[in-house]
């Protein structure tokens, strides 16, 4: 049974810092693309970055470049978000997912494989 579990998420001041972690188990995804998503209340969920199964090619949304990081192990089978410089309108649960394609997508449909999330409150 595949399983991706997030972690990492909480409550943090304006400015301040979290590390997402996505740890998959079941099977390995060392040879698929992963997301990080987001979803605000009232709000779509959203792509705001993806990266490659070798770590060589990354996408960052324009809410978050130059504040987050987006990284992966495949050692251990797990990506991670940096986010610094949180912002109030960071404040969303995030979700890791496992893209079905090589290509390039920002839709939720092009992930088959999706986290339960974890809730990130940023105050001001």
């Known amino acids: 049974q595949v399983q991706l579990v997030e972690s990492g998420g909480g409550l943090v001041q304006a400015g301040g810092s979290l590390r997402l972690s996505c740890a998959a188990s079941g099977r390995t995804f060392s040879t698929r693309a992963m997301g990080w998503f987001r979803q605000a209340p009232g709000k779509e969920r959203e792509l705001v970055a993806r990266i490659n199964w070798s770590g060589g090619i990354i996408y960052y949304s324009n809410a978050v470049k130059g504040r987050f990081t987006i990284s992966r192990d495949n050692a251990k089978n797990t990506v991670y978000l940096q986010m610094n410089s949180l912002k109030p309108e960071d404040t969303a649960i995030y979700y890791c997912?496992?893209?079905?394609?090589?290509?390039?997508?920002?839709?939720?449909?092009?992930?088959?494989?999706w986290g339960q999330g974890t809730q990130v409150t940023v105050s001001s």
């Open positions: 997912a496992v893209s079905r394609t090589v290509n390039f997508a920002t839709e939720t449909a092009a992930y088959d494989y």
